[in-house]
């Protein structure tokens, strides 16, 4: 028995930091077990010292921890709970456990203090949350324990057995309270669970609450962005903190959503992007850009959605969702398009226990190939109908897009920038950049690096001729279809049978990429050096089970995607019919779901989420409101090998899918030429935005030059303009010269060579990702004069002075821009300086023998203005300021030194000279643009008339030099 446990103390210790001071705390806590006014200050000076001596312990004494669990004294925090005290007892008692949480480094400590489910118990204490304070430390509590969450503390607050987790869902329900800092710390209370590696962790929150939870967030996000809506129309520059904070935080729900994404959580992901394409990105982002005739009660302007839109893409990389959304504005036909693949073996979240046999692979092949005719025929009625109808042929999104570019410069520049974003985002998927051919030179970079990373191929194997590196696809005249198999593709599976990739698994099997079927490893399998070797099906050894559940139908996996699409048979199919009242409807308060089954990811959404809210929600003929996914051939790649059955009575034999082929061939639908006029369409806009000079900010110009270069430069080859975009650039350039003459004649001409270099020096390429978080720049009214505290390229300039910067700027972007894509080497820029012999630096020394005008003067220097003589050297521009070499010139010799030592360089260029008043042997120098200030004292008023003479004589010429230059480049350009 320990030594405390007969001891009764009734006297504070000297000692604060002793077992005997913890036992005195324990004292008054078992003396006051009723909190009432008389003892409430003694009970919150005990808690918070009880706080201070167990930290102490912990790194001390383990004898305090000892005591601390002999005595129980976490029971007595929740016998202070039970009773009504007053707040600051709760708040004392929270922040009490939070210390303690927080601070304590020992395991075994740790473990005490949150087993035997006091902690639970106090999390789900019903606390008066009217209190902005009690909530506040509350929700600190929960995220501390969020921090000393893992796979082994997890047991301590989830119950497997009664499927409950309270810390989860308790905070979850303060997602969208008014304070900023308490939605924060759920956020990250939240990503601390899902960062936990525990399967049963994982089935609770993915079956529980994924769902309603992700729906709320979603459904909070859509109204924060109504809200911004709101705030951008009553915001100014002289009072965007607020505006600026606000997006901040919306755009800190995109990181937080992408951060869930980055977990790798397949299932997650799929339920988060289903909720977010179906209730915010498609209908509310997206569907607020087209002019529809159905109401949408929170519709944003074309401005902030398109801002939010580039934000999407600049932030989210999960690939799904990324290429969904990227489809809307550049697929030819967007409904179309599908990047979810399907599979041929249903999905199970527990490994399968038993091996499909040789009959059973046979029948889910003949299933695949049988489903994949029908997605085939789906798809070339689908195709049909848009030839038959005109207004289907275009999308009407990527329409929408060049439809804006006649608006003013503040939306112009948002539709650049979205653009923009969506050509840098690495995680396209290379067949929608083939199929909508907006980025040709960017597909080529990824072929082109891929090329450099394969193997070339060994002449002797016997792979598929159409994998072959350098044949050329032959490309169908569907707007769908992308590539198409060879006719060589047919007499290759007619030689070669069905093949198996034998190879274990950890959850599902696959058509890999090659086409073949995956399996589990039988015992029959080889392996050599870790490998596992190719195997024809007849050496196979399969063994049959008894009692094997036969698959009735089963889905085609695309050869060619990378992502696996992942689908819980716990979801329920539901049907999306009604989306207009999904568009319409908005939550009220938290809606309650006590499963996946009520509230559930679409399928048909996962797999061609744009044909079923996008087309429903801008179509009135709903054209494809019962359509099925399809799945392209834009699927089948070069290196990709038919899914053909060896036997002779497979659903669709080779010559039967050449034939299917043959027949999609057949529709009249140039996909080449319409992607060709949609990618020359938008660079004409691009260019008439280049011609609107001055009615456009010089951070527009520079951000189409850099979409313009995504777009149609590669490095490789010659600009992909036409003849007449030729001449719009040329146009533009031609009109950025007119623009830069009117300064050159203006009343700032003297001061134009100084401009011209100032701007020149600065000028440099604009980095997006900084522009992308200016929020003021993309969203409030374009300010037009230097008190705003904008930046000139992100405004209208004020003043001749700026206008002549901006035409200056504006003229080198659009020049830079001319000669990159032209692939020539600008010979005028930088300015040149005149040729010289010799440069000259401080400190170096220089002789004045054979040196034309060569000046004496003196200056005064230090407190005691000691005159010192000096001997100013003009020399190509440059006046060079000496001091005598003592070294080479005897202090008693009264002839002139012949070498000096250079103190001071100042550029004749653009100096200001001026006779003092007072005497007019005195010449004041000031050089600019580093303003240094230089004093000469000469003999006489003539040797310092002829000395101010001979500068401005060298000061013309320095200038003139440069200017010639100016003159020459613009004149070699009207040309």
């Given at each position: 028995?320990?030594?405390?446990?007969?001891?009764?103390?009734?006297?504070?210790?000297?000692?604060?930091?002793?077992?005997?001071n913890?036992?005195?705390m324990?004292?008054i806590?078992?003396?006051?077990?009723?909190?009432?006014?008389?003892?409430?200050?003694?009970?919150?000076?005990?808690l918070r010292?009880?706080a201070?001596l167990?930290i102490?312990?912990?790194?001390?004494?383990p004898?305090?921890f000892?005591?601390f669990l002999?005595?129980?004294?976490?029971?007595?925090f929740?016998?202070?709970?039970?009773?009504?005290t007053?707040?600051?007892?709760?708040?004392?008692?929270?922040?009490?456990?939070?210390?303690?949480v927080e601070n304590?480094?020992n395991?075994g400590?740790?473990y005490?203090?949150l087993?035997?489910?006091?902690?639970?118990?106090?999390?789900?204490?019903?606390?008066?949350?009217s209190?902005?304070?009690?909530?506040?430390y509350?929700i600190?509590?929960?995220?501390t324990l969020?921090l000393?969450?893992?796979k082994?503390?997890?047991q301590?607050?989830?119950?497997?057995?009664?499927?409950?987790?309270?810390?989860?869902?308790?905070?979850?329900?303060?997602?969208?309270?008014?304070?900023?800092?308490?939605?924060?710390a759920?956020?990250?209370?939240?990503?601390?669970?899902?960062?936990?590696e525990?399967?049963s962790?994982r089935?609770y929150?993915?079956?529980?609450?994924?769902?309603?939870?992700?729906?709320?967030?979603?459904?909070?996000?859509?109204?924060?962005?109504y809200?911004?809506?709101?705030?951008i129309c009553?915001?100014?520059?002289?009072?965007?903190?607020k505006?600026?904070?606000?997006?901040?935080?919306?755009?800190?729900?995109?990181?937080?959503l992408?951060d869930i994404?980055?977990?790798?959580?397949?299932?997650?992901?799929?339920v988060?992007?289903d909720?977010?394409?179906?209730?915010?990105?498609?209908?509310q982002?997206i569907?607020?850009?087209?002019?529809?005739?159905?109401?949408?009660e929170?519709r944003?302007?074309?401005?902030?959605?398109?801002?939010?839109m580039?934000?999407?893409?600049h932030?989210?990389?999960?690939?799904?969702?990324i290429n969904?959304?990227?489809?809307?504005?550049?697929?030819?036909?967007?409904?179309?398009?599908?990047y979810?693949?399907v599979?041929?073996?249903?999905?199970?979240?527990?490994?399968?226990?038993?091996?499909?046999?040789?009959?059973?692979?046979k029948k889910?092949?003949?299933?695949a190939?049988?489903?994949?005719q029908?997605?085939?025929?789906?798809?070339?009625?689908?195709?049909?109908e848009?030839?038959?109808?005109?207004?289907r042929?275009?999308?009407?999104?990527?329409?929408?897009?060049l439809?804006?570019?006649?608006?003013?410069d503040?939306?112009?520049l948002?539709?650049?920038?979205?653009?923009?974003?969506?050509?840098?985002n690495?995680?396209?998927?290379?067949?929608?950049l083939?199929?909508?051919?907006?980025?040709?030179?960017?597909?080529?970079?990824?072929t082109?690096?891929l090329?450099?990373?394969c193997?070339?191929?060994?002449?002797?194997?016997e792979?598929?001729?159409?994998?072959a590196?350098?044949l050329?696809r032959r490309?169908?005249?569907?707007?769908?279809?992308?590539?198409?198999?060879?006719?060589?593709?047919v007499?290759?599976?007619?030689?070669?049978p069905?093949?198996?990739?034998v190879?274990?698994?950890?959850?599902?099997e696959?058509?890999n990429?090659?086409?073949?079927?995956?399996?589990?490893?039988?015992?029959?399998?080889r392996?050599?050096?870790?490998?596992?070797?190719e195997l024809?099906?007849?050496e196979?050894?399969?063994?049959?089970?008894a009692?094997?559940?036969?698959?009735?139908?089963?889905?085609?996996?695309?050869?060619?995607l990378?992502?696996?699409?992942?689908q819980?048979?716990?979801f329920?199919?539901?049907?999306?019919?009604?989306?207009?009242?999904?568009l319409?409807?908005?939550p009220?308060?938290m809606?309650?779901?006590?499963?996946?089954?009520?509230?559930?990811?679409?399928?048909?959404?996962?797999?061609?989420?744009?044909s079923?809210?996008?087309?429903?929600a801008?179509?009135s003929?709903?054209?494809f409101?019962d359509?099925?996914?399809?799945?392209?051939?834009d699927?089948i790649?070069?290196?990709?090998?038919?899914v053909?059955s060896?036997?002779?009575?497979?659903?669709?034999?080779?010559?039967s899918l050449?034939?299917?082929k043959a027949?999609l061939?057949?529709?009249?639908?140039?996909?080449?030429?319409?992607?060709?006029?949609?990618?020359?369409?938008?660079v004409?806009?691009?260019?008439?935005?280049?011609?609107r000079?001055?009615l456009?900010?010089?951070?527009?110009?520079?951000?189409s030059?850099l979409?313009?270069?995504?777009l149609?430069?590669?490095?490789?080859s010659?600009?992909?303009f036409q003849?007449?975009?030729?001449s719009l650039?040329e146009?533009?350039?031609?009109?950025s010269?007119?623009?830069?003459?009117?300064?050159?004649?203006?009343?700032l001409?003297?001061?134009f060579l100084?401009?011209?270099e100032h701007?020149?020096s600065?000028?440099?390429q604009i980095?997006?990702?900084?522009l992308?978080?200016?929020?003021?720049?993309l969203?409030?009214?374009?300010?037009?004069?230097?008190?705003s505290?904008?930046?000139?390229p992100?405004?209208?300039?004020?003043?001749e002075?700026?206008?002549v910067q901006?035409?200056?700027?504006?003229?080198?972007?659009?020049r830079?821009?001319?000669?990159?894509m032209?692939?020539?080497?600008d010979d005028f820029?930088?300015?040149?300086?005149?040729?010289?012999?010799?440069?000259y630096?401080?400190?170096?020394?220089i002789?004045?023998?054979?040196m034309p005008?060569?000046?004496?003067?003196?200056?005064?220097?230090?407190?005691?203005?000691k005159r010192?003589t000096?001997?100013?050297?003009i020399h190509?521009g440059?006046?060079l300021?000496?001091?005598?070499?003592?070294?080479k010139?005897?202090?008693?010799?009264?002839?002139?030194?012949?070498s000096?030592?250079?103190c001071?360089?100042?550029?004749?260029q653009?100096?200001e000279?001026?006779n003092?008043?007072?005497d007019?042997?005195v010449?004041?120098?000031?050089?600019h643009?580093?303003?240094?200030q230089?004093?000469?004292n000469?003999?006489?008023?003539?040797?310092?008339?002829?000395a101010?003479?001979l500068l401005?004589?060298?000061?013309?010429?320095?200038?003139?030099?440069k200017?010639?230059?100016?003159?020459?480049?613009?004149?070699?350009?009207?040309?």
């Amino acid at each position: 028995m320990l030594k405390w446990i007969d001891s009764i103390r009734t006297t504070k210790p000297k000692n604060k930091f002793s077992i005997e001071n913890l036992q005195y705390m324990y004292q008054i806590l078992v003396k006051n077990p009723i909190i009432n006014e008389q003892n409430t200050e003694i009970i919150i000076e005990t808690l918070r010292q009880t706080a201070e001596l167990m930290i102490w312990g912990d790194q001390h004494n383990p004898e305090f921890f000892d005591f601390f669990l002999e005595k129980s004294i976490l029971s007595f925090f929740l016998r202070i709970l039970s009773q009504k005290t007053s707040r600051d007892v709760k708040i004392q008692l929270i922040q009490t456990l939070s210390i303690l949480v927080e601070n304590i480094r020992n395991e075994g400590s740790l473990y005490y203090i949150l087993s035997n489910n006091h902690i639970n118990e106090l999390i789900t204490h019903k606390f008066d949350f009217s209190d902005d304070e009690i909530t506040a430390y509350y929700i600190s509590l929960l995220k501390t324990l969020s921090l000393k969450l893992n796979k082994f503390t997890i047991q301590f607050f989830f119950n497997s057995m009664e499927n409950d987790f309270p810390l989860y869902t308790e905070a979850i329900k303060f997602f969208n309270h008014r304070e900023s800092m308490i939605r924060i710390a759920v956020r990250t209370l939240t990503l601390n669970v899902y960062k936990v590696e525990d399967e049963s962790v994982r089935n609770y929150v993915l079956d529980k609450t994924a769902a309603p939870y992700f729906s709320n967030i979603v459904w909070f996000i859509r109204d924060q962005c109504y809200t911004l809506d709101s705030l951008i129309c009553s915001s100014s520059h002289q009072n965007r903190s607020k505006l600026e904070d606000f997006v901040e935080e919306l755009l800190d729900y995109f990181y937080y959503l992408q951060d869930i994404f980055n977990l790798g959580m397949t299932d997650m992901s799929e339920v988060l992007s289903d909720h977010l394409l179906k209730h915010l990105l498609l209908p509310q982002f997206i569907g607020s850009l087209v002019t529809s005739d159905m109401e949408l009660e929170d519709r944003l302007t074309p401005l902030t959605a398109v801002f939010l839109m580039a934000q999407v893409f600049h932030i989210f990389n999960y690939k799904p969702l990324i290429n969904t959304l990227a489809a809307a504005f550049i697929h030819p036909n967007p409904e179309l398009y599908t990047y979810a693949p399907v599979r041929v073996f249903p999905v199970s979240r527990s490994r399968p226990s038993k091996r499909h046999s040789l009959s059973d692979l046979k029948k889910l092949e003949e299933n695949a190939i049988k489903e994949r005719q029908r997605q085939l025929e789906q798809q070339k009625k689908i195709l049909e109908e848009i030839i038959k109808d005109p207004n289907r042929k275009t999308n009407i999104f990527f329409e929408a897009i060049l439809s804006y570019f006649q608006h003013d410069d503040r939306i112009v520049l948002g539709v650049i920038c979205l653009l923009y974003a969506i050509a840098k985002n690495t995680i396209m998927d290379k067949l929608l950049l083939e199929i909508s051919g907006l980025f040709p030179h960017r597909l080529q970079r990824h072929t082109q690096m891929l090329a450099k990373l394969c193997d070339q191929p060994d002449p002797t194997d016997e792979t598929p001729p159409w994998s072959a590196p350098g044949l050329k696809r032959r490309h169908s005249r569907s707007a769908s279809l992308g590539a198409v198999l060879p006719d060589t593709a047919v007499s290759w599976a007619e030689k070669h049978p069905l093949t198996l990739l034998v190879e274990e698994v950890k959850e599902d099997e696959f058509i890999n990429q090659k086409g073949k079927l995956i399996t589990q490893t039988p015992p029959s399998s080889r392996k050599k050096n870790g490998v596992i070797q190719e195997l024809p099906v007849s050496e196979l050894k399969i063994h049959e089970e008894a009692g094997d559940e036969k698959e009735e139908s089963a889905e085609v996996i695309s050869p060619v995607l990378e992502r696996k699409e992942i689908q819980s048979p716990d979801f329920d199919e539901i049907s999306l019919s009604n989306s207009s009242e999904t568009l319409r409807r908005k939550p009220n308060g938290m809606r309650s779901s006590t499963g996946l089954r009520e509230e559930v990811m679409d399928q048909n959404l996962s797999k061609s989420p744009i044909s079923n809210h996008l087309v429903r929600a801008t179509s009135s003929d709903s054209l494809f409101a019962d359509a099925k996914p399809v799945v392209d051939f834009d699927e089948i790649s070069q290196n990709s090998r038919p899914v053909l059955s060896r036997s002779k009575s497979s659903v669709l034999s080779p010559k039967s899918l050449a034939q299917f082929k043959a027949e999609l061939d057949a529709i009249e639908l140039d996909k080449d030429t319409q992607c060709k006029n949609a990618r020359s369409r938008l660079v004409d806009q691009l260019l008439k935005v280049l011609l609107r000079g001055k009615l456009v900010r010089l951070v527009t110009l520079q951000m189409s030059t850099l979409l313009l270069r995504e777009l149609t430069f590669s490095f490789d080859s010659s600009p992909d303009f036409q003849p007449a975009q030729f001449s719009l650039m040329e146009a533009a350039y031609l009109k950025s010269i007119s623009t830069l003459r009117e300064g050159l004649v203006g009343s700032l001409r003297d001061i134009f060579l100084e401009l011209f270099e100032h701007e020149l020096s600065r000028f440099k390429q604009i980095v997006f990702d900084k522009l992308i978080m200016d929020f003021s720049a993309l969203l409030l009214p374009i300010a037009a004069t230097p008190l705003s505290g904008v930046a000139l390229p992100k405004r209208f300039p004020s003043g001749e002075a700026e206008n002549v910067q901006k035409a200056i700027q504006g003229f080198l972007v659009l020049r830079e821009f001319k000669y990159t894509m032209l692939r020539k080497k600008d010979d005028f820029l930088p300015l040149q300086e005149e040729k010289t012999d010799r440069q000259y630096h401080i400190r170096d020394a220089i002789t004045f023998d054979g040196m034309p005008d060569v000046m004496t003067c003196h200056i005064l220097s230090g407190a005691n203005k000691k005159r010192q003589t000096r001997y100013l050297v003009i020399h190509f521009g440059t006046l060079l300021v000496s001091e005598p070499d003592v070294t080479k010139t005897p202090k008693a010799s009264k002839s002139p030194p012949s070498s000096g030592i250079i103190c001071n360089i100042i550029p004749l260029q653009s100096i200001e000279m001026e006779n003092d008043p007072q005497d007019e042997r005195v010449l004041h120098v000031t050089s600019h643009p580093t303003t240094s200030q230089f004093t000469f004292n000469f003999e006489d008023a003539g040797s310092c008339q002829t000395a101010q003479e001979l500068l401005e004589c060298h000061r013309k010429t320095s200038r003139s030099f440069k200017m010639d230059q100016i003159e020459k480049m613009l004149a070699e350009s009207s040309r």
